[in-house]
């Protein structure tokens, strides 16, 4: 059963585009990733999903069922993490947390607890009093304390150290072990590719490409910069190398095929440094897309 | 349940603040009040000042040398207070929330839009009537010395009940204007201009005869202090209007809150 259907679903903001025909299945126990650069419309989608907004055209649908006519009762199964969380600044974080639970049909006690302890929050502390770090981990437990079915995480990672990212994670998969669906939007190509089976890309309101994720690895170009003395940059004129930069004797290139051909050519020169990267979403855009 | 107790809690800290200005504003009254207060002199002053002038200030129908008629003067000043407090309750209630940008969570709960609506109409409500409850209060306390007879008792006990209807009906206009508007910071501003314009028809619709029909414009003419003293009760037509426009207000925010797109 598809989790998510989105069909042909349009986003106008007066005159500005929102986003435009977009269509994609999320099918019950994958790990979606939804890739773009800010402003590409990702928090539209997300929005439209959770009747924030409304659609100027076409649909989308939460279990089977459209999400504005039953949003309420959608939003039952649904746990969201914005990119920014904004809580009611006079309140305390677990009065807070005890009012989201409150809108539950299923007692949230337990888990509330549970999840707080393992992100190491602070229940007694004043939302206004918390650093934007901690205020991100309100909004994990406060969007997952009612064990939901679909996740919506817009850029969740933003503001949480690597630790706490870590954690974050781990937590997602165990999740999605336990059943849980998620959508996972962001513009950092890492994460998405490490949580993620597949994904979505999304570039200037309309989605470029759904891969799954083992296609776009192979598909994936890898920055790399050499650093040699007397290095001639002609070695690398082989297949798959692109965009060969010079710059006080480092050859800096992108490349894409069999890791192998390039450790085989470098393995002949006395290097000084070697560095083999992935690329950045922006970089793929700029390099691939245009 | 929920969401009304949150906000009344929230609320808490601005309703007290109200009650201080009322509190002070009577206090000040009253002891202004007490220079009057059993004065012929002053009456020959007041015969002496130019019509228009004791119409603006809603003087002719009281005698300023009794409580009963010190309080209808201050009517004027309390209409506007309460009317103000409601007023901005209604439009802070929920442009607040997007104003604090809190709407991302409140809405992606599972919650109906309307019900949501309901819940903090509720409470500010709640909010107007303990402010009024504390405008009664220190009307009926501050009024110990002076006296007060059972006229003044009644004529007090029916203003309250007239300025209810004031607050629910700009209680109403904020909460339509705050579900309306699209730009949120609109809806405070605007909600205080529409007040002030219409109190002003008021003074208006007092100054001669022609202008008279104005008060149908005007929710602080509907129950007019002059008429209240005079007739001890509340015309039933203005009842009804009242009734309207906060029905009318309250459904055109339940619609348009239940349809438009929040801006985050």
Known sequence: MSIIEVNHLT????????????????????????????????????????????????????????????????????????????????????????????????????????????????????????????????????????????????????????????????????????????????????????????????????????????????????????????????????????????????????????????????????????????????EIFMHYYE | MNIILRELRANLKSLLIWSGIVILFSLVGFSKFSAFYGNPELLSILDSMPAPVISTLNMNAFNLTTVTGFFGIMVMYFSLILAIAAVMWGSDTISKEERDRTVEFSLTLPVTRGRVVIAKTVAAAVNCIALLLVTWGITVVGAQNYQPDEQFYKFVSLTMLAFLFLQMIFLALGIFLGCALKRHKLAGSLAMGILLGTYFLSILSGLTKDLEFLKYFTPFKYFDAAFLLRESRLELLFILLSLGIVAVLLAAAYASYSKRDVYI
Request: glycine fraction near 8%.
């Open chain 1, 11 to 282: 986003k106008y903001y007066g005159k500005s585009r929102g986003i435009v025909d977009v269509s994609f299945n999320v099918e019950e126990g994958e790990i979606f990733g939804f890739i773009g650069p800010n402003g590409a419309g990702k928090s539209t989608t997300i929005r439209l999903f959770l009747s924030l907004i409304f659609p100027t055209d076409g649909d989308a649908k939460v279990f089977g069922k459209d999400c504005i006519q039953f949003g309420p009762e959608l939003r039952q199964e649904i746990g969201y993490l914005p990119s920014e969380v904004f809580y009611y600044e006079g309140m305390k974080v677990l009065d807070l947390l005890k009012y989201s639970a409150s809108f539950f049909k299923k007692d949230c006690t337990k888990r509330l607890h549970d999840l707080a302890e393992l992100m190491e929050l602070d229940l007694n502390r004043r939302i206004s009093d918390l650093s934007y770090g901690n205020r991100k981990k309100v909004g994990i437990v406060q969007g997952l304390l009612h064990q939901p079915k679909l996740i919506i995480l817009d850029e969740p990672t933003a503001g949480l150290d690597p630790l706490m990212q870590h954690k974050f994670f781990n937590l997602i998969r165990e999740e999605n072990k336990r059943g849980a669906t998620i959508f996972f939007s962001s513009h950092i190509l890492g994460e998405v590719q490490r949580m993620c089976n597949r994904v979505a890309i999304i570039k200037e309101g309309s989605i470029t490409e759904i891969k799954d994720m083992k296609t776009l690895q192979k598909d994936q170009y890898k920055k790399i910069r050499v650093t040699a003395d007397g290095l001639d940059d002609d070695i690398f004129q082989v297949e798959g190398v692109s965009e060969i930069e010079r710059e006080n004797g480092t050859v800096s290139f992108f490349f894409k095929g069999d890791i192998n051909t390039i450790t085989g050519l470098v393995s002949k020169e006395t290097l000084s440094d070697l560095t083999i990267e992935d690329l950045t979403l922006e």
